[in-house]
């Protein structure tokens, strides 16, 4: 009954709301072209917005306004909307007076559950209630499904459908799927990996031990599998060989071309590894190889260009790339000095010189962004980072400079969990032989993982090497 109370009151309040505006004498409209003037003027204030933003260049900016414009001319003409009579605004209140209430009776009657228990927000799965795939994809994958049911031993069949999980964000079925096609086809070393990678990306980029045998078995096949190599380092990285992975990662590097699509994540994972064995990541790094051209039959020349202009087209020279990624930095210079409150802005122009190694520039960006938020721990932990990593390279371990452990200390004061905060420092502390202050931090580190982590593994044996004196 109380149910019915609340619905007959809400029903009430909406129709208040709607059916007073409706009785009451209605003001006379606006035309339809002064509505489309404010509409214009609100659209040429934006394209000056986005000009002086720098979101579009002068000429996309006047062949806007020029569109605007004529829009504007062609619908100078256009008639004034007629306002509705009252004797219409009275019938129409009428009807929704009568057609609300009963309407919504006689959906509940039909559609309504009140027997139903409430059903929380986080308990809902929102992303297919929101969308998925299209009813076609569905219908494939489900006729796919019936012809592997009676054609189980058919590896293409789970290949496909494997695939088809993986577009749909469906990763366990995925994993399962191409789990029975290897099974059926174990000889194929891109069937290997391919499901060596869809398991570690269903495993949150963990490589687990029947990721690492798949990549393995690759790698006996084709030992130059870069997919396979690039991963192999990646499991064994996590399982807390640390070296080892640099060494397997330093090696794929120095063996790629330069624009090869997987160097730039190979060049993040050994800086990665280098600071994790305190090491500096420029002096590990090697060159990769030249960059690729394609075959000189690939793409002739059309008549009348100028002679070397179509060279490697589509495949820029490394100093080109160079001088790209420069212009893009700079550009992201040039807008953070217009707008310096963007702090994540300057924290990804800190990285950014660290990768071209201007890293006097690190330290100055990673300054700015301190000074626009000196409370925030990741913006304090990339100023200590930067400083250090501006300092020369010297075989003899060396203290911290005051600045980065002050800022160190700064972010665990905000953040007393802060992971790099307490492992940077307790890095500094070993380095001076404070080894009481290291093993506090590191304790304090390595509650934070769980014993299988490879974290926990790498801590515990630093934590174990102090003890015994190491």
């Not at 990624?325 to 990285?351: E, F, Q, Y």
Request: proline share 8%; charged share 25%.
């Amino acid at each position: 009954m109380l149910f019915w109370i609340l619905a007959a009151a809400m029903t009430a309040a909406a129709l208040l709301l709607i059916l007073p505006p409706l009785l009451r004498a209605a003001p006379p409209a606006p035309t339809r072209e002064a509505y489309d003037r404010e509409v214009y003027r609100d659209q040429l204030g934006e394209v000056d917005r986005d000009h002086a933003r720098g979101l579009i260049n002068a000429a996309q900016a006047d062949a806007a306004k020029a569109e605007i414009g004529r829009r504007m001319l062609a619908g100078s003409d256009a008639a004034a909307s007629a306002p509705a009579t009252p004797r219409a605004a009275r019938v129409l209140a009428l009807l929704l007076a009568l057609l609300v209430p009963v309407g919504a009776v006689t959906v509940y009657a039909v559609l309504g559950r009140p027997d139903a228990p409430a059903q929380p927000l986080a308990s809902r799965a929102l992303e297919k209630e929101r969308s998925g795939p299209p009813q076609s994809v569905l219908a494939a994958v489900e006729s796919l499904k019936k012809q592997l049911a009676e054609n189980p031993d058919d590896p293409q069949g789970w290949t496909i459908l494997g695939q088809a999980y993986v577009k749909m964000n469906r990763p366990t079925e995925a994993v399962d799927a191409l789990r029975r096609a290897v099974a059926l086809s174990k000889d194929d070393a891109e069937l290997l990996g391919l499901f060596g990678e869809v398991l570690t990306d269903a495993n949150d980029g963990t490589v687990t031990e029947e990721a690492r045998n798949a990549f393995d078995q690759v790698l006996v096949k084709d030992p130059k599998d870069a997919r396979a190599r690039f991963f192999a380092a990646l499991g064994r990285y996590q399982a807390g060989a640390q070296r080892d992975a640099l060494d397997r990662w330093r090696a794929l590097l120095a063996e790629s071309p330069a624009n090869a699509p997987w160097v730039p994540m190979v060049q993040a994972q050994i800086r990665e590894a280098a600071v994790a064995l305190n090491l500096d990541p420029a002096s590990v790094t090697p060159s990769p190889l030249p960059p690729e051209q394609p075959p000189a039959n690939a793409a002739a020349p059309q008549a009348g260009q100028a002679q070397g202009q179509g060279q490697g087209q589509g495949q820029p020279s490394a100093e080109d790339r160079d001088q790209m990624i420069r212009g893009m930095v700079a550009n992201l210079a040039t807008k953070l000095d217009a707008d310096p409150s963007d702090i994540d802005g300057w924290l990804k122009l800190v990285r950014s010189y660290g990768v071209l190694g201007e890293r006097a520039k690190a330290v100055e960006a990673a300054a700015k962004a301190k000074e626009r938020a000196p409370n925030r721990p990741d913006v304090l932990v990339a100023y200590a980072g930067a400083i250090l990593q501006s300092i020369p390279r010297s075989d003899t371990p060396a203290p911290m400079p005051g600045e980065a452990t002050a800022a160190l200390r700064q972010a665990l004061a905000v953040d007393a969990t802060n992971r790099d905060a307490l492992w940077l420092l307790g890095l500094d502390a070993m380095t001076v032989g404070r080894k009481a202050d290291a093993q506090e931090f590191w304790g304090r580190l390595i509650a934070q993982f769980k014993p299988g982590d490879p974290e926990h593994t790498l801590l515990k044996a630093r934590l174990d090497a102090l003890k015994t004196g190491g």
